[in-house]
């Protein structure tokens, strides 16, 4: 098979969130531990940060992977969801995994994975951890994918593992509440590592503090430590938090005898986007008009890329707005400002939310909309219609982004 062969066949093949939502999502480990078994346990032959949380786990993990480049290491980089290309997900470097190595591992593999039914994200997982334990990475990020203790990454022994925060997110897996979440993200805590919380929350604080407890692991909360106040490529407000988690994140795995120098935490917080590509986080796509994109996707996210959003000094704000069809749009509704133009498209993704209902929701709610028949349409327009002093927004979703950037 040729790659693009060989990654059609992965989305089409097998259960995959991306696509279907909640029915791709497995209530226990048993799939992902028999393929590691099978791949000889690629997962216990390097090590490893493990970071979940409901946002900011992607900052914190390219934040983590380029400050460990600059001190000189070899470092594995495992995030998702890619944007352009599957092959984003898994990186060493930097460098993402080549096409070649992805066409192999499914063509060795092809038959014990429909066997077995393998999900994507289980042969993914599977596919990474191989890719890391053969070229012999120093150390590997891993960022969970969805949760913590069910999540098929949940299988590594971390030196450091790490909780971002904790919001309402794909509460149809994880539970309606914040603790409820907090205890699925938990589940990463193991006996005797580490373990970094970002943010100190009254409904979660005393959970991660019982779990790391009871596993006698140690715990930080990094928004009560005190840290320098470290620079960032990364522009977005929230990022401030991060950082303090990764400085905190950083701390721990020094150590453990891991070699990082202040001037390597400087350089790497720096140079984030050049030393691991990251990508849609706050990212300046052109000037005048000034059009930004961003990631952010649920309350949590938007609530802080909203409010730095109107403090851009512009005359007419556009924003280019999608949804996936499970998103609880009563939760975001209230912070989308109502002077604003929207230009309102479906993701061109299966699970993507008809652009008709959302422009009757955008009705029922007195928001300035048109609705367009592709987001690549609505972007179109929306540079048509700003001027140079206006701002444009691209945004509501990860897979919005990804078809602009």
Same mark, same amino acid.
């Given at each position: 098979?040729?790659?693009?062969?060989?990654?059609?066949?992965?989305?089409?093949?097998?259960?995959?969130?991306?696509? =279907?939502?909640?029915?791709?999502?497995? +209530?226990?480990?048993?799939?992902?531990?028999?393929?590691?078994?099978?791949?000889?346990?690629?997962?216990n032959?390097?090590?490893?940060?493990?970071?979940?949380?409901?946002?900011?786990?992607?900052?914190?993990?390219?934040?983590?992977?380029? *400050?460990?480049?600059?001190?000189?290491?070899?470092?594995?980089?495992?995030?998702?969801?890619?944007?352009?290309?599957?092959?984003e997900?898994?990186? *060493?470097?930097?460098?993402?995994?080549?096409?070649?190595?992805?066409?192999q591992?499914?063509?060795?593999?092809?038959?014990?994975?429909?066997?077995?039914? @393998?999900?994507?994200?289980?042969?993914? +997982?599977?596919?990474?951890?191989?890719?890391?334990?053969?070229?012999?990475?120093?150390?590997?990020?891993?960022?969970?994918?969805?949760?913590?203790?069910?999540?098929?990454?949940?299988?590594?022994?971390?030196?450091?593992? %790490?909780?971002?925060?904790?919001?309402?997110?794909?509460?149809?897996?994880?539970?309606?509440?914040?603790?409820?979440?907090?205890?699925?993200?938990?589940?990463?805590?193991k006996?005797?590592?580490?373990?970094?919380?970002?943010?100190?929350q009254?409904?979660?604080?005393?959970?991660?503090?019982? *779990?790391?407890?009871?596993?006698?692991?140690?715990?930080?909360?990094?928004?009560?430590?005190?840290?320098?106040?470290?620079?960032?490529d990364?522009?977005?407000?929230?990022?401030?938090?991060?950082?303090?988690?990764? +400085?905190?994140?950083?701390?721990?795995? =020094? @150590?453990?005898?891991?070699?990082?120098?202040? =001037?390597?935490?400087?350089?790497?917080?720096?140079?984030? %986007?050049?030393?691991?590509?990251?990508?849609?986080?706050?990212?300046?796509?052109?000037?005048?008009?000034k059009?930004?994109?961003?990631?952010?996707?649920?309350?949590?996210?938007?609530?802080? #890329?909203?409010?730095?959003? =109107?403090?851009?000094?512009?005359?007419?704000?556009?924003? #280019?707005?999608?949804?996936?069809?499970?998103?609880?749009?009563?939760?975001?509704?209230? @912070? @989308?400002?109502?002077?604003?133009?929207?230009?309102?498209?479906?993701?061109?993704?299966?699970?993507g939310?008809?652009?008709?209902?959302?422009?009757?929701y955008?009705?029922?709610?007195?928001?300035?909309?048109?609705?367009?028949?592709?987001?690549?349409?609505?972007?179109?327009?929306?540079?048509?219609?700003?001027?140079?002093e206006?701002?444009?927004?691209?945004?509501?979703?990860t897979?919005?982004?990804?078809?602009? *950037?």
């Open positions: 098979m040729t790659y693009k062969d060989t990654i059609n066949w992965m989305f089409s093949q097998l259960p995959m969130y991306q696509n =279907q939502g909640k029915s791709a999502y497995k +209530v226990d480990l048993s799939n992902t531990i028999l393929l590691a078994k099978h791949l000889n346990n690629p997962e032959k390097f090590k490893s940060i493990h970071v979940a949380g409901t946002n900011g786990k992607g900052s914190t993990s390219h934040m983590l992977a380029s *400050i460990l480049q600059e001190a000189g290491y070899k470092v594995g980089l495992y995030t998702s969801p890619h944007l352009k290309d599957y092959r997900r898994i990186k *060493i470097n930097g460098k993402e995994i080549s096409k070649e190595y992805v066409i591992f499914i063509k060795r593999n092809k038959s014990f994975l429909e066997k077995n039914y @393998l999900s994507f994200f289980e042969m993914t +997982v599977g596919l990474a951890f191989e890719y890391f334990a053969n070229h012999k990475v120093d150390i590997a990020i891993i960022e969970v994918g969805l949760g913590g203790r069910l999540d098929s990454t949940n299988i590594i022994r971390p030196e450091v593992s %790490v909780i971002t925060n904790i919001g309402l997110d794909h509460t149809q897996f994880l539970g309606n509440t914040l603790k409820c979440i907090a205890r699925e993200k938990g589940g990463v805590i006996h005797n590592i580490p373990v970094v919380i970002g943010e100190t009254i409904e979660t604080k005393d959970i991660f503090i019982e *779990i790391a407890d009871s596993n006698h692991a140690k715990i930080l909360f990094a928004d009560k430590t005190k840290t320098i106040n470290y620079k960032s990364l522009k977005g407000d929230y990022q401030d938090k991060n950082i303090k988690t990764v +400085v905190n994140t950083i701390n721990e795995i =020094q @150590l453990k005898g891991f070699n990082i120098s202040q =001037q390597d935490i400087k350089k790497g917080l720096l140079n984030v %986007v050049h030393n691991t590509g990251l990508l849609g986080r706050w990212q300046v796509l052109k000037n005048n008009p059009v930004i994109c961003d990631t952010a996707h649920n309350r949590e996210g938007l609530k802080i #890329v909203i409010n730095q959003l =109107q403090n851009e000094e512009c005359i007419n704000l556009h924003i #280019v707005f999608g949804v996936v069809n499970d998103k609880d749009l009563d939760s975001i509704i209230d @912070l @989308l400002p109502n002077n604003a133009k929207y230009y309102l498209s479906k993701p061109n993704i299966s699970r939310l008809d652009v008709n209902i959302l422009k009757q955008f009705n029922d709610n007195n928001l300035v909309s048109e609705p367009y028949n592709s987001v690549n349409e609505a972007y179109k327009m929306a540079l048509k219609n700003a001027n140079p206006d701002v444009i927004y691209i945004g509501g979703s897979f919005v982004v990804a078809e602009i *950037i």
